[in-house]
């Protein structure tokens, strides 16, 4: 079964400083990968997506991510996070089925340092 | 435009009451998605629609879930005889068509369910 694995839970950089969020995921074939935002009381927000092609996407809000096959990966980064930036991060699989379901990781809640 | 509202966006409830949890979808959108935010459990598919139609129902935690969607635009999400574990943000999401992962599911602000 797919499956998401975000191994931080919750990660703190200093404003300015560079981010990156881990993301692995376990798929058979070719997946559907996906990194959504969370700030408090709203809702997810797609921040980027990733189906086939070149394997550096880049996303809303000076995100970008990175799909890496040999390690299952897909991580997240930033090159300067904002105060803004602070949010919960998930990453996500699609199923592979029929229906456009997704699988979520548990997220990466990002506190910013001023 | 409007985007996914869900109401109401708080809900307290004890233990044993029907809860009712609304969806309103982007007009024109024909899937959508119930999802479940448990405290340290990360996003929970529930239940798609197509349309009016749920073809896979396997993603409700008990019988006591249910839901429907008329119209094919508003969708409602009853839990019967909740219980303590139901106590989690549902959230709700929608996509101009169904079954393609290139199509964005734009999600809600979500209601937070609480049983006492």
């Known amino acids: 079964a797919q499956s998401v694995t975000q191994p931080d839970i919750h990660i703190t950089v200093s404003e300015g400083a560079s981010l990156e969020l881990r993301c692995n995921y376990s798929?058979?074939?070719?997946?559907?990968l996906f990194w959504y935002v969370q700030s408090p009381g709203q809702g997810l927000q797609l921040l980027l997506k990733?189906?086939?092609?070149?394997?550096l996407v880049q996303g809303i809000k000076g995100f970008e991510a990175e799909f890496k096959r040999s390690q299952s990966s897909f991580n997240l980064r930033k090159p300067s996070v904002h105060w803004s930036d602070a949010a919960e991060y998930f990453c996500?699989?699609?199923?592979?089925?029929?229906?456009?379901?997704?699988?979520f990781g548990k997220g990466t809640k990002l506190s910013v340092k001023p | 435009g409007a985007g996914v509202s869900q109401s109401p966006s708080n809900k307290v409830t004890e233990k044993g009451k029907d809860v009712e949890l609304r969806c309103d979808p982007i007009?024109?959108?024909?899937?959508l998605y119930w999802y479940r935010q448990s405290l340290g459990q990360g996003l929970e598919f529930l239940i798609y629609?197509?349309?009016?139609?749920?073809?896979?129902k396997s993603g409700l935690p008990s019988d006591r879930f249910s839901a429907e969607r008329t119209g094919g635009s508003v969708s409602t999400l009853t839990i019967q005889r909740t219980q303590q574990e139901d106590s989690a943000v549902y959230l709700c999401?929608?996509?101009?068509?169904?079954?393609?992962?290139?199509?964005?599911?734009?999600f809600g602000p979500g209601t937070r369910l609480l049983v006492l």
């Open positions: 999401a929608s996509s101009f068509q169904s079954g393609l992962y290139q199509e964005t599911q734009y």
């Open positions: 996500a699989v699609g199923d592979g089925g029929s229906q456009g379901n997704l699988i």
């Open positions: 007009s024109g959108h024909t899937a």
């Open positions: 798929y058979g074939a070719t997946p559907y």
């Open positions: 629609f197509q349309g009016n139609s749920a073809p896979d």
């Open positions: 990733y189906f086939s092609g070149d394997t």
